[in-house]
């Protein structure tokens, strides 16, 4: 069932009772002052709406393409920022005095939520004539990552984050994009250069160090995420969806949709048609045409080489996530030898699995 924003619409002096009485979920709305701390009668307060569907990642999957695609859909309505951050920064912020160093009390970031949690509502505004019609979403890929950079960030809060979002949305639908870890570590390398070309930060080393610990903490820390799913932790949550935009939007999407209880929808009437024939959410910004057949294929020694070293990863991955199937290929030394982790196991658990991950929504 779709988790559709809703009434009754909190005000803000309602905002940490209702939290307290357990009445704050996926699609809460409370009415905030717009434009501006300082509400008049003559202002008219604007309703946000906590979101029913989060994409945590992983980073340089394809997230902002999932954004932009999901915002084209009439019954989505996206956050203000490109990625809100909020249980992995923003939330913080509102710690009294700040902390740095390791966050060791889980209780200081609660206290945290329960008092900052309409400003996070805040990134979620919403016309009073969709409530109702309308689910909220937003990407925020650092969700699952790690922080490395310590100096300005609890360090560790990343670890309490599966914690906060149940405690304050425990309905809400996750979504993890996975892309092939080769492609992925490139895209990341790519990044990091560019981050340091700008800012002398992070060292230009550490861009290629930690590559496989990387990509596995992400994986880790995405799927301990979506554990946290209504039902994950007893029936054991496979992660879903499991595509490549590569592979073609539209199906991704659906996927997408079909979790989130909404009906399957017809993206070509959305979305812009590229000039090769294939569709795109936006003919300058979206990357499905543009940077596709722009983008450079990896070098033949750098593909066999990041492979091998990411193979014991994905193999992990493989024996973690029995019923997912495979997306990837394993590095040549190794695929040989793997044997029955290079199918997609067929049990009836893993069908069952498969059938709700897959239907079709009504
Ligand atoms: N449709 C489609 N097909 C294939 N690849 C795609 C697609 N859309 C986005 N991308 C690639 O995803 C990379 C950016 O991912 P993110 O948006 O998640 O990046 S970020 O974490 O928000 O910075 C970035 O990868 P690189 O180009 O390799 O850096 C995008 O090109």
């Avoid at 993206?267 to 812009?272: Q, T």
């Amino acid at each position: 069932m779709a988790k559709f924003t809703h009434g009754p619409l909190l005000s803000p002096s309602d905002a940490t009772s209702a939290y307290d009485a357990g009445a704050v979920d996926s699609g809460t709305c409370i009415t905030l002052p717009s434009g501006g701390s300082t509400p008049s009668p003559a202002t008219v307060p604007a309703v946000s709406c906590l979101p029913s569907l989060v994409c945590v990642g992983m980073a340089k999957a394809g997230t902002d393409e999932l954004r932009g695609w999901l915002s084209l859909h009439p019954n989505l309505s996206s956050s203000t920022d490109r990625e809100v951050q909020y249980f992995n920064h923003g939330i913080f912020r509102a710690m009294p005095g700040g902390v740095v160093g390791p966050v060791h009390h889980r209780s200081l970031l609660e206290a945290a939520l329960r008092t900052s949690w309409s400003e996070y509502a805040a990134r979620f505004p919403v016309p009073r004539e969709h409530i109702g019609r309308v689910l909220t979403f937003e990407k925020s890929p650092g969700y699952a990552r790690p922080q490395h950079n310590l100096s300005r960030v609890a360090n560790g809060i990343e670890r309490h984050v599966p914690f906060l979002m149940r405690r304050l949305m425990p309905s809400v639908r996750l979504v993890l994009l996975l892309r092939d870890p080769v492609a992925l570590v490139r895209s990341r390398f790519v990044h990091c250069l560019r981050q340091a070309g700008r800012q002398r930060r992070p060292p230009l080393p550490s861009c290629g160090g930690a590559v496989e610990r990387d990509y596995e903490s992400m994986l880790t820390a995405g799927a301990g995420l979506l554990r946290l799913e209504p039902g994950g932790a007893a029936g054991g949550s496979p992660l879903r969806p499991v595509a490549e935009f590569a592979s073609g939007p539209s199906s991704l999407l659906n996927r997408v949709l079909a979790h989130a209880g909404l009906q399957r929808h017809d993206w070509r009437a959305s979305g812009y048609p590229g000039p090769d024939g294939s569709l795109t959410f936006h003919p300058r910004k979206s990357k499905s045409v543009r940077e596709r057949a722009s983008r450079r294929p990896l070098l033949p020694g750098f593909e066999a080489a990041t492979r091998d070293a990411l193979t014991p990863v994905l193999i992990r991955f493989r024996t973690q996530h029995p019923c997912l199937r495979p997306p990837w290929p394993l590095g040549s030394a190794t695929s040989a030898a793997s044997g029955p982790t290079d199918r997609a196991d067929t049990s009836p658990l893993c069908r069952a699995r498969g059938a709700r991950t897959h239907a079709a929504p009504q």
